[in-house]
């Protein structure tokens, strides 16, 4: 029976990988045929399907087109020309994709800001996009306005709704403009797939954000690689509610939708209220997920339509392997596809066999057609160690490394990096296993098993070092997460006084009459000395940023000092357990009065 399992695991394996690598062997960094050309091709292959639903209204393939031609009459009007930026600062809307797909027609590259971002940070993102230009909406607008004075050069600002002031009317303008194609030989003639189509910003959970460079091959590798992935098909409605100025939401999922024929069900935001209610209404058949977004979902009450959908596969990246359980056993999603990938990086991996937990597969008689690697790594240091030779160390199966992978010239394996060429060298390893290769370090550890289902362990700099062990925060939060009255966890390490490494530290979301002293037992019972948190944070809400991924950097700064918060502080005195932290207990823990 095992032997049968593994057999039809292996197949499955190879029929999502050869179905996947089908979709992007044509992608070639010097080809003429870019994301827009695909997209196009999927326009004229079906016209008068439904493209796109979006809060009530749906427009067809050919609708989408036609949207996307006025933007690029539009840029070519204001004098846009091949490798200038123009940068789209909205929420999800029925012109999101639309907007950049008409840019990419003539060569103009967009910047997709988080709309979530207000201050300093989207003073930061609008000027390393370098854009003269800025479309915005209604809601995004008075941000907008807040940060004129901090821009580096004055942004014409276009706004898709009523305008004041200075403000210009896009709406307006657009009515001017065409709806045909531009000539595509004029429009596009000289532009490969080395060229920018977009600059995605990474989340900005421990600093500001930077701005990875997508070039028309990336961009082809997301929408192509998802679109045979999933095997997804015309039929399949796919249910986004992730931003979509993030690679997941905005390229993943509608490449597996609109490469295929299928259609994409789009919401302005997720809402845990109206998930299932949106997905039975809209026939959904997919949807598109980041691990907290799963998690909302499995701490809801019980929903009379939780198992009443028609979803086949959930695809997305970030599942624990407690909320994996939940979304196959409790609300019977069919098959979950969870995949690795970086933005701005080389390194992708598909768990197509459904293996709960792992984030993908490298078996070893397909090792040497894969470009990832996982090497022996120092936390303290946070870099790889290097043997006698100078040379990086694989990871022995089981044992946590780096995952990096090898640069080369192919599609699949080329680097494109950040817009800052400083942060771009920053993410090489040089002289890895031979003088002069050069590998892209993922920044994420994790670990291998016998047979080649890779799991994720951490973040860099989220492992943390705590009497002599390592110790990891997804693994730590994973344990807590099943302590009763635990609705979210974010754990991250703290310094104490001289103390060597960091002491563990657990913001906490939990229910009305949470048990403190009981969360200390089961600790004790569940997790090893060293894992155990030292801190307890109650917060009422964690703050993540718009996919959801937990920000750290101003947790990690408070510690666990009592005046620079007002959410109840807890420490684990070792004679009773955890009690609360006041500014006198906070003093003699600094001071080193007991044995950690």
């Not at 027609?105 to 003269?132: D, E, F, P, R, Y």
């Not at 403009?177 to 490969?192: E, H, K």
């Not at 303290?380 to 043997?387: D, L």
């Not at 009981?518 to 009422?540: G, N, T």
Request: a positive charge.
């Amino acid at each position: 029976m095992r032997l049968r399992q593994k057999i039809r695991r292996e197949i499955k394996f190879l029929k999502g990988l050869s179905r996947t690598l089908k979709r992007v062997k044509s992608i070639a960094p010097d080809s003429a045929n870019l994301i827009c050309d695909d997209l196009e091709a999927a326009v004229d292959k079906w016209r008068d399907r439904p493209a796109m639903t979006f809060e009530g209204k749906t427009i067809s393939y050919a609708e989408l087109d036609a949207i996307a031609n006025r933007y690029a009459h539009w840029a070519k009007g204001q004098g846009l020309t091949r490798g200038q930026t123009v940068a789209l600062f909205m929420p999800n809307r029925l012109e999101y994709m639309a907007i950049w797909y008409g840019l990419t027609k003539v060569g103009v590259a967009t910047a997709l800001i988080n709309n979530q971002l207000t201050g300093a940070a989207l003073a930061h993102c609008l000027n390393i996009s370098q854009a003269m230009h800025c479309i915005v909406d209604p809601e995004t607008s008075p941000c907008f306005e807040d940060v004129k004075g901090q821009l580096d050069r004055h942004m014409h600002q276009w706004v898709l709704g009523p305008v004041h002031g200075e403000q210009r009317d896009l709406v307006k303008a657009l009515k001017s403009c065409s709806q045909l194609r531009p000539d595509r030989q004029t429009a596009r003639n000289g532009i490969t797939a080395r060229d920018t189509a977009l600059f995605i910003f990474t989340s900005g959970t421990t600093g500001l954000p930077k701005a990875a460079r997508i070039t028309h091959m990336r961009a082809q590798l997301y929408m192509r690689g998802f679109a045979g992935s999933t095997g997804a098909n015309q039929n399949d409605r796919i249910y986004v509610t992730l931003p979509l100025y993030h690679a997941t939401g905005g390229l993943c999922a509608l490449g597996a939708a609109l490469l295929n024929g299928g259609s994409i069900v789009l919401r302005k935001k997720f809402s845990a209220t109206h998930f299932w209610p949106d997905v039975v209404n809209e026939n959904c058949t997919m949807f598109v997920y980041i691990g907290e977004l799963c998690r909302y979902l499995a701490n809801q009450p019980e929903h009379e339509l939780e198992r009443a959908h028609k979803i086949r596969m959930i695809f997305g990246n970030g599942l624990r392997p407690d909320v994996w359980d939940d979304m196959l056993d409790r609300f019977k999603v069919g098959e979950v596809l969870e995949f690795y990938g970086a933005t701005e990086g080389n390194v992708s991996l598909f768990n197509f066999d459904g293996k709960r937990g792992a984030i993908g597969r490298v078996p070893g008689y397909l090792k040497k057609k894969f470009n990832i690697r996982i090497v022996k790594f120092d936390v303290e240091a946070e870099m790889p160690v290097r043997g006698v030779n100078g040379c990086c160390i694989e990871a022995a199966p089981g044992e946590v490394g780096e995952c990096i992978g090898h640069i080369g010239s192919d599609a699949r394996s080329n680097y494109t990096g950040y817009a800052d060429k400083a942060a771009t060298e920053k993410k090489v390893l040089h002289d890895v296993f031979e003088k002069g290769d050069a590998w892209f370090r993922t920044g994420d550890l994790m670990k291998v098993d016998s047979d080649g289902y890779i799991y994720f362990v951490d973040r860099i700099g989220d492992t943390f070092r705590w009497k002599g062990e390592n110790v990891a925060t997804s693994e730590v939060a994973e344990r807590i997460a099943g302590f009763e009255g635990v609705q979210e966890v974010n754990v991250y390490g703290v310094k104490i006084g001289d103390l060597d490494g960091k002491a563990g530290m657990v913001s906490l979301v939990t229910d009305e009459g949470f048990d403190i002293t009981a969360l200390s037992k089961y600790v004790d019972e569940h997790m090893p000395s060293y894992a155990r948190p030292i801190f307890v944070r109650l917060q009422q809400a964690i703050e993540t940023t718009g996919t959801f991924k937990y920000r750290k950097i101003d947790l990690v700064n408070d510690g666990f000092d009592p005046t620079k918060t007002k959410d109840p502080l807890y420490f684990r005195d070792p004679a009773k357990g955890y009690v609360k932290i006041t500014k006198g207990l906070h003093a003699k823990i600094e001071d080193g009065v007991f044995k950690l």
